[in-house]
């Protein structure tokens, strides 16, 4: 089992920007590639970013050049800087780990004011 768990989120202006982590631990060897999805009220959830192996990346068509997702593996963490926040934005966003599984983290609302 992988157990994940996110910090980082909040309220925070439009234009401004936010951090959020995501700190894995369990059976890490099970997990190739780590990210970060986000669901809206009335809306389906959606890819953020997200990174795999030899550090490949992929964005949202809706966060590139905005958003950068880096992962730190000596402390089995993932990281998402958000920057130029917009309030469409806003959102529950999920940390989630890919491999052998699928597995995700609780939640860190994400709340940007216009």
């Known amino acids: 089992q992988v157990q994940l768990v996110e910090s980082g989120g909040g309220l925070v202006q439009a234009g401004g920007s936010l951090r959020l982590s995501c700190a894995a631990s369990?059976?890490?060897?099970?997990?190739?590639?780590m990210g970060w999805y986000r669901q809206a009220p009335g809306k389906q959830r959606e890819l953020v970013a997200q990174?795999?192996?030899?550090?490949?990346?992929d964005y949202g068509d809706s966060v590139k050049g905005r958003f950068s997702i880096s992962r730190d593996n000596a402390k089995n963490t993932v990281y998402l800087q958000m920057n130029s926040l917009k309030p469409d934005d806003t959102a529950v966003y999920y940390c989630?780990?890919?491999?052998?599984?699928?597995?995700w983290g609780q939640g860190t609302q994400v709340t940007v004011s216009s």
């Open positions: 990174t795999g192996p030899g550090s490949s990346t």
């Open positions: 989630a780990a890919f491999g052998v599984g699928i597995y």
């Open positions: 369990g059976n890490i060897f099970m997990i190739n590639t």
